[in-house]
């Protein structure tokens, strides 16, 4: 289980960077107490505003999860090159 998140380009904004948790672990309500209590620890020793984070647009499990603790999609994707495909991402906000 990973969660590295870092301040964007002002005070206001912090992004989520890095959230791991390994198949056997999925599904067991990790994940969302590590989510939580990141969101509780950013809101009371940071001034960020809103939190952001970057899904693969086919990753629809990884997305669904994100929805159920209030993050949306804001529209903005990244694509980049992987060998004979592209890789979308999405970037989901969640206001704190």
């Known amino acids: 289980m990973t969660l590295r998140y870092s301040r964007g380009g002002s005070d206001s904004e912090c992004e989520i960077t890095t959230l791991y948790i390994l198949p056997q672990y999925q599904s067991l309500g990790l994940g969302t107490t590590l989510m939580n209590s990141a969101i509780d620890d950013i809101s009371q020793h940071n001034r960020c ?48």
Do not use: Q
């Open 49 to 96: 505003i809103s939190l952001s984070l970057w899904v693969l647009k086919t990753n629809l499990t990884a997305i669904s999860f994100y929805e159920k603790i209030g993050f949306k999609s804001d529209g903005k994707h990244s694509e980049e090159p992987y060998e004979d495909t592209k890789i979308i991402d999405i970037r989901m906000v969640k206001s704190l």
